[in-house]
């Protein structure tokens, strides 16, 4: 499905419309389901844009549709007075299958996170360990068919029960729904990933993993309001907190749990669907200069459509990954904990005719705390790398493991320019540093700053 200009009615599949909230033109969104299918007019739409340039923006994990599109719009308000007399852009907006959790702040989008939907009201962060009903209809369409599941969840959270077996039964029913006890989530996501990639924190005991988790959460700052270690526990678990407040962490598996797919969606959508647009097009219009930007697991779907990019295709120009959720080693040829392995991508870098360019932030929790507790594998326990090191995201600490990799600030980018081609870590942290628990920094993108960097990566600028 694909549409030109922004929003559509509801209903109007693949039809056309009037951009409403997108102030950047040419523009095409562009909507691909969870297998990667835009539909048979997206290839046509996004050929038949009359540009110099084409900026192709995914948006990250906790997005709806909605929220994607006021993304694009801040993004690429910018762009139009930064760019050069000879450039002419056109823009499009990678919308792909995520779910917006509301009790997350987005900076500059929701003032505390609260977003509001039609029939059913704004989402406010003050729920606690309970789904809100507008992350409960999200969960629905985001795992269709699985409502009785999904009511148990709910109820759980809700109820924070204390006894053991409530909690072996909420990790069960998670496990369920992600796909890795053998039961199928209606996409097959679960088979993205080989066996031994199902994390720990799916397979693991879920009493450690849930305990792991409010412990992470605390490290980024939440408080647990009216939980007191040994309040209504169980015989010996006051140590660190009491069960109750341990349901904390169990909502944050539910969290991870979607990331855990998305992950793998993410992957699709980009090798299988993303991809496949782009080496036609450079088949199609050779002239067009196409730059990549990809936010969160967006930077998953960007980078992972150079699989799908002939060798010999030049038309990408540069690819820009904004807080990247996957690891930092994708791009090397080696592991340093596995010699005889590269990362996912490795090499791919090539196939881009200019920089790739890796934007990281202190300040982002979602990646510095959470997502290599939620990347760690069962068993493993690290080795001789730390644990961050290991499991760590590229969003977090750059590029790792390609020889020669600059590390710059964001203003030394910006003052002296990015390689000619090749991996580049910037760090970010200079704008890229508001945001509430649990995510931090995480979406803290919408910057002119960072819009000049996708400019200079791309040699439009003035």
Known sequence: ???????????????????????????????????????????????????????????????????????????????????????????????????????????????????????????????????????????????????????????????????????????????????????????????????????????????????????????????????????????????GGGMRTLWNGAKEVLRQATYYQMKARAGVVGEHGLGPLLAELAGRRPALRVHLIGHSFGGRVVSFSLRALPSGARNVKSLTVLQGAFSHYAFADSLPHDRGRGGALRGLQGRVDGPLTACHSPYDSSLKVFYPLASRMAGDSAGLLGFDERWGAIGHDGVRGVPGTPRLTLEAALRDGLPAAGCVSVDAGSVVRRGGTPSGAHSDICHEELARLVVVAGRMGR
């Open 1 to 239: 499905m694909v549409h030109i200009g922004g929003a559509v009615p509801a209903g109007a599949a693949g039809a056309t419309g009037t951009a409403a909230g997108i102030g950047a033109r040419p523009y095409v969104e562009l909507t691909f389901d969870a297998q990667g299918d835009a539909g048979p007019g997206a290839r046509e739409a996004v050929f038949g844009i009359e540009a110099t340039d084409l900026l192709v923006f995914a948006h990250g994990w906790n997005s709806d549709r909605s929220t994607a599109i006021r993304l694009f719009d801040r993004f690429y308000a910018p762009f139009a007075d930064l760019v050069g007399t000879g450039v002419r852009l056109g823009y499009v907006g990678v919308v792909w299958p995520s779910i917006r959790f509301a009790d997350e702040p987005i900076p500059d989008f929701d003032a505390r996170g609260a977003v509001e939907r039609p029939g059913v009201g704004p989402a406010e962060p003050g729920h606690g360990t309970a789904l809100d009903p507008v992350t409960r209809r999200a969960l629905g369409a985001f795992w269709p068919g699985r409502a009785a599941e999904l009511d148990r969840i709910a109820e759980l959270l809700e109820e924070r029960p204390t006894r053991e077996g409530d909690f072996t039964e909420f990790g069960a029913l998670v496990r369920e729904l992600a796909g890795v006890d053998g039961v199928g989530t209606g996409d097959d996501l679960a088979a993205a990933f080989a066996p031994r990639e199902v994390p720990d924190f799916l397979s693991g005991d879920v009493l450690r993993v849930c305990r792991e988790f409010t412990d992470a959460l605390a490290e980024a700052g939440a408080t647990f309001p009216g939980d007191r270690p040994g309040a209504g526990d169980s015989p010996g678990f006051s140590a």
